[in-house]
C-alpha cells in the first residue's frame, strides 16, 4: 500500500507550508521586538539631544546675565 508520487509531492507541500506558517510568527516578533528597540534607542537619542540643548542655552542666558 505505497502513496502514488503526487500524493507524497502533494503531503510535502502541506508540511513545508504549515512549517513555514508556523515560523512566520516567530520571526516577526523578533522583528517587532528589534523595531521597539529601534524606536526606544531613537527617543533615548532624540531626548539626550534635547536636553543638551537646553542646557547649552541656560548656558547662553547665565553668562549673558553675569
Not at 512566520?24 to 539631544?49: D, G, M, S, Y
Request: net charge positive; proline share 2%.
Amino acid at each position: 500500500m505505497r502513496r502514488d508520487l503526487a500524493e507524497r509531492k502533494a503531503l510535502r507541500r502541506l508540511k513545508t507550508r504549515q512549517e513555514e506558517s508556523h515560523n512566520r510568527p516567530q520571526c516577526n516578533q523578533t522583528r517587532t521586538k528589534l523595531e521597539e528597540k529601534i524606536v526606544a534607542l531613537v527617543k533615548a537619542l532624540a531626548r539626550a539631544a534635547a536636553e543638551a540643548d537646553f542646557r547649552l542655552e541656560r548656558e547662553r542666558e547665565n553668562g549673558r546675565t553675569q
